[in-house]
C-alpha cells in the first residue's frame, strides 16, 4: 500500500488533530528507521496505521478485546492502551495489512514490552517524540535520539512511569517489563 492511500483511509478514522499527529509520528518514524537501520516502509505503515483505532469507541475496543483473546488484563488498565492492540487487529482485518512486524509494532506502540523488534521501537519512540508533543522531559528524549536508539527509550518510558505514578495511577505491567528489558541489556 502506498503511503497517499494509507494516509486517506486513517483520516477517515481521526481528529484533524490526530491526523497531524500521525504525519509528525510517520515523518520521525521514517527519520528513526534511516538512522538506526529500521525498513523504512515497514516504519511508515506503522507509524500511519498506529492511531487507527485511537477514536473507537470503548466498549467496541471492549468487546474486540475479549472477543479476540487479547489479554484480559488490559481491561484492568487504562483504557488510553485499549487502541494499540485492537489498532493492530483492525488494521489486519479490515485494511488488510498482513505483515506481522508492521502489526506488532500497532499493537505494542502504547505499553511497549521486552524484546521489541528494532520496528516496534523506532514506532513507540517516533510516537513520543514527534514535534508536534510538548511536554517535560520530551526534549531530553529527542537529544538522546539523535544518537542512541535505547538510551531515547529507557528515559521515554522512564518518563511515562514517572508520570502515571505522580498522578497515582497504575502502570500496565508490559511497560514495566519493557523498562527492566532495556536497562538490563542496556550496552556499555
Sequence with gaps: ???ELALEI???QLTD????HTIGVMNSAIELAERFGADVKKAEMAAIFHDYAKFHPKEEMKACIL???MPSDLLEYSSELWH??????LVETKVGIADCEILEAIRYHTSGRANMSL???VVYLADYIE??????????VRELAQHDLDEALIQAVKNSILFLMKKNQSVYPLTLTMYNDLVMNRKG
Design 10 to 12: 486513517v483520516k477517515e
Design 17 to 20: 488533530h490526530r491526523y497531524q
Design 1 to 3: 500500500m502506498n503511503r
Design 119 to 121: 520496528l516496534e521501537k
Design 131 to 140: 514535534p508536534g508533543r510538548h511536554f517535560p522531559g520530551v526534549e531530553e
Design 84 to 89: 494499540a492492540p485492537v489498532g493492530a487487529y
Design 67 to 69: 472477543a479476540q483473546g
